[in-house]
């Protein structure tokens, strides 16, 4: 019965220094594998030679996720008789190639195992590897091969005696006991123990102990112990299980001593010690072998097989290798190999064609195609095998419909384990529902309801080729089953609402390509022509979902509602999207506690605020200080604001700071300009014009259409102690008001502020800047200088500026008082006065003046009982001598 056959590589035509031609020796998890030299020369050799001459059964290569050569083609080597088994005396005999897949289809995360049969004699077999497939992951253009397994029966004679020899021994087994007929007289029956997945995948000791015990069920078989034989298949199976873990943990326990994580390979190291005894215990594996001696699994004979310590972990996958089914998982699906005129599989040697006539096409051999991705959770149990495995009952309840439409082996392949089973089911129900006759319309209705189940399952599947081809068979309905058939729209409408929440859900998906199809399918079916009029996409997209949501499942609904309210928008009331379903899809979003899912629904809301304005803040809190507080309102709401073209708060406090900064500024100025005019008048500092045209500004700007003083000095002579006028102008300029003329001792430098902010009759502040600016040029600051001046308009007839928004009804009344020539006009009281300077004054602080002047009050009561009203230039009654100075 055909083995595995131990061999050795004796020769690489080149290897990468990390990836040597040795790692092909061994099978385990941690096999690295071999791959070429970096930009090699193609085609790359590699022989391997066997301990005895054997005869070939069957070989496997299992391929890189991404290495992948275009094919590989098999050479069988022998020596001929009387010559020393050496490489340079080795015979060739060509069988022929297989062809590997580029693997695009999986992304490049899955591994290829070709299985091919033969039938050949030798020592040696050659791999001639020829050029890689180019993707975007083989920078260096590599091949690679993660492990070769050969499989076949040890030769010790000419094959023909041994062919007569194998046959006799077996007529004998089965004439000594006719029980045995159908167990061992299976010459070409290949254990699924010596698979190549099943080391790959397995602890190596574990993987030592289910090969005896296998051996002792065949015993126990032939010696009719049923009952141990029972024992003994349990045990396997659990052990199966049980090797697959303990794989698992060998790799991330070198995984970790690769990352210098010693404390993690540690307790990965104890955890499997102690896994492994307490499994040996429970499973009594001591005791099913029948050895004598201590119990503890270390002293178990086992043969050793065990990688060198040295091993590093496998790199070269993205993820954890992933594991096998546990129940006979290692069943190949082979197809049955077409024989010759004279009995030989095309891989004989015997078969004597042309070089170039000799392929070996995918249908002629026996060939497994498997990817090694991690398989789906329903996968655990059963195996590869040529027919898909039969449905449970559970199944067969389940897809009852589905099963009187299309028929139990089709809807078998649609539940196999096996991912092309699937994919290949779903293009039957794909090709069976386009070739469906349009004459009974109960008919396609039928076969419509049957295929549902089958997509939904199809959407929710694991494996990228399946759920591609649940959303095409989808496709094809909306688009052309149901149009063709006239089918209501009951009938679409029925067909999203049971496949939408399965589209949404794949829509969070982990990974990125079937997240972004399964967004792309739904967005592209609510604009389909047959869907948009049900208006059940944006329907069942923007239901709120309860709890709360995987984040990535979230954000992924977020993005669909968000693209559909850019597609559809809301204005069209056939769009199925409105203000309220939209924002209570948001609501429920903006607490969601992922950030990222709130960024999508704070996009969402802020365009529907800018299209629709106010109904949006129905739905949301109140904008008080309390929700404030909450970073995520305030920003929701100072965007309001600013669409409203109000300013916000944060606006308003970096306008107060900003005008307390030139308030300021301002005072300094102040300051600067009073110490030069004492300067001036004290005679340390030569008289300077601009200084006295000059008028100070507090709080802003102060509008100037004032003359000089009239008692400004004349000259640049010093103040002598004699002159009383000069002394008298020293009074003046120190404690003097240069624009209402007040005079004041305590009019200081900080006195002289407080007097222009609140009381100088001849100044108002700006209600809309703040600025004090005096009341003569009021008029002229609001229509060139303020803030606001775009808020204002010159009336024609009166000359003020007024508010835009009534500046039209205030010219069409003309109820207004105009403005005379020759005459000056208040904007307080609005009416005609004396022209020039001091007209001004009389009317702005004198006893019979503006009465909408409210600092004119203040300026009549301060004035003395004698003299004129605002007479308070050099020409008033001289103030006091003041006390004579030291001078300086």
């Known amino acids: 019965m055909p083995h595995k056959l131990a061999f050795k590589v004796t020769h690489a035509s080149g290897q990468d220094e990390v990836h040597r031609a040795s790692e092909l020796n061994y099978h385990s998890p941690l096999t690295k594998g071999w791959q070429s030299a970096r930009y090699c020369l193609y085609p790359q050799d590699i022989v391997v030679q066997l301990e005895k001459r054997s005869r070939l059964r069957k070989i496997q290569v299992l391929s890189h996720q991404y290495l992948i050569a275009t094919r590989i083609e098999f050479f069988v080597g022998d020596v001929p008789d009387g010559m020393p088994v050496d490489l340079d005396n080795a015979r060739y005999t060509r069988l022929g190639y297989v062809s590997l897949s580029d693997n695009e289809k999986t992304g490049f995360k899955a591994r290829e195992l070709k299985s091919v049969q033969v039938d050949a004699v030798g020592v040696f077999l050659k791999l001639n590897i020829h050029k890689n497939h180019i993707n975007k992951y083989n920078m260096y253009n590599q091949v690679g091969l993660v492990a070769v397994n050969v499989i076949g029966d040890k030769v010790q004679k000419g094959l023909d005696a041994l062919d007569e020899l194998d046959l006799f021994s077996e007529r004998k087994k089965v004439l000594d006991d006719p029980s045995l007929e159908g167990l061992y007289d299976r010459p070409d029956y290949i254990s699924p123990l010596d698979d190549l997945a099943f080391d790959m995948y397995q602890d190596p000791e574990i993987a030592q102990i289910i090969r005896k015990l296998e051996k002792k069920k065949q015993e126990a078989v032939l010696q009719e112990r049923y009952e141990y034989a029972k024992k003994l298949k349990h045990t396997i199976q659990e052990l199966q299980k049980v090797g697959e873990k303990l794989g698992k943990y060998e790799v991330e326990k070198r995984q970790a001593v690769e990352n210098e994580d010693y404390d993690k390979a540690k307790l990965k190291k104890a955890q499997m010690d102690e896994y492994r005894l307490q499994i040996y215990r429970d499973l009594n594996v001591h005791d099913l072998m029948e050895t004598t001696g201590s119990r503890h699994p270390q002293k178990i004979d086992l043969e050793s097989i065990r990688h060198p310590a040295s091993s590093p972990p496998l790199f070269d996958l993205p993820r954890t290798p992933p594991s096998p089914p546990p129940r006979t998982p290692y069943d190949e699906r082979v197809l049955p190999a077409v024989k010759s005129q004279v009995g030989h599989s095309p891989l004989s040697p015997r ?41 449970s009952e559970k199944d067969l309840r389940e897809a009852s419909a589905a099963i009187d439409i299309f028929g139990e082996p089709l809807v078998s392949k649609a539940y196999s384990k096996t991912w092309s089973y699937r994919e290949d089911a779903l293009l039957a129900v794909y090709k069976q529902m386009q070739e469906l006759p349009t004459s009974g319309k109960q008919e396609a209705k039928d076969m419509l309801r049957a295929s549902l189940h089958l997509m939904k399952r199809a959407i929710d599947d694991k494996v990228y080729a399946v759920f591609k ?53 739904i967005l592209e079916c609510a604009s389909m022509s047959e869907v948009k009029p049900t208006m059940v996409v944006p329907h069942e997209c923007v239901k709120p979902w309860k709890g709360n ?283 005609n006065h004396t022209s020039g300077e001091d007209g001004w004054k009389n009317h702005l602080m004198g006893k019979d003046g503006c009465k909408q002047n409210p600092r004119r009050l203040l300026a009549l009561n301060k004035q003395p009982p004698a003299g004129k009203a605002g007479a308070t230039t050099s020409r008033a009654k001289p103030a006091p001598r003041l006390p004579k100075k030291t001078p300086r």
């Open 469 to 521: 081809a649940g959303l095409m068979l989808l496709k094809m309905i909306l688009t052309e089953y149901i149009p063709k058939h006239k089918l209501p729209k009951s009938d679409t409408t029925f067909t999203l609402e049971k496949t939408l929440p399965n589209l949404l859900h794949k829509s969070g998906d982990t990974a990125v390509r079937n997240r972004d199809d399964a967004k792309n399918f």
């Open 549 to 831: 949501p995987a984040p990535r499942l979230a954000q992924s609904r977020g993005e669909i509602v968000e693209t559909l309210y850019e597609q559809l928008g809301i204005k069209d009331s056939k769009s199925g999207l409105t203000v309220d379903n939209m924002m209570n899809f948001c609501v429920v979003a903006l607490n969601h506690t992922s950030a990222d899912v709130r960024v999508v629904a704070e996009r969402i809301v802020k365009a529907l605020y800018k299209e629709v304005g106010q109904p949006v803040k129905d739905y949301l809190p109140a904008d008080d200080e309390k929700s404030r507080k909450n970073t995520m309102w305030r920003l929701l709401f100072e965007y309001f604001d600013k669409i409203d073209g109000k300013p916000s708060k944060s606006d308003v406090k970096r306008q107060k700071a900003d005008e307390e900064a030139r308030k300021q500024q301002e005072i300094e100025g102040l300051q600067r300009q009073l110490q030069q005019l004492k300067d001036m008048a004290s005679g340390k500092a030569p008289v300077d014009e601009s200084v006295l045209e000059k008028k100070p500004a507090v709080k802003g700007k102060i509008k100037n259409n004032k003359k000089p003083l009239t008692n400004k000095p004349k000259s640049n002579k010093p103040v002598t102690k004699g002159d009383e006028g000069d002394e008298t102008s020293v009074y003046n300029m120190d404690n003097i008001c240069i624009f209402c003329g007040e005079k004041n001792p305590t009019f200081t430098e900080e006195g002289l502020d407080l007097h222009y902010w609140k009381n100088c009759p001849m100044l108002k502040r700006c209600a809309n800047c703040k600025q004090v600016v005096e009341i003569a040029s009021y008029t002229d600051h609001l229509l060139t200088e303020c803030e606001a001046k775009a808020n204002y308009a010159k009336c024609p007839r009166c000359t003020e500026a007024i508010p835009k928004p009534e500046h039209e009804g205030h010219v069409a009344e003309k109820a207004c008082n105009a403005a005379k020539a020759g005459t000056n006009h208040c904007p307080l009281c609005h009416q």
């Open 351 to 391: 078969t004597r064609t042309p070089y170039d006539e000799r392929p070996l096409p995918i249908h002629k051999v026996s060939v497994v195609e498997e990817e090694v991705e991690p398989p789906p959770p329903e996968s655990a149990g059963g195996g590869i095998t040529g027919e898909p495995e039969p449905l």
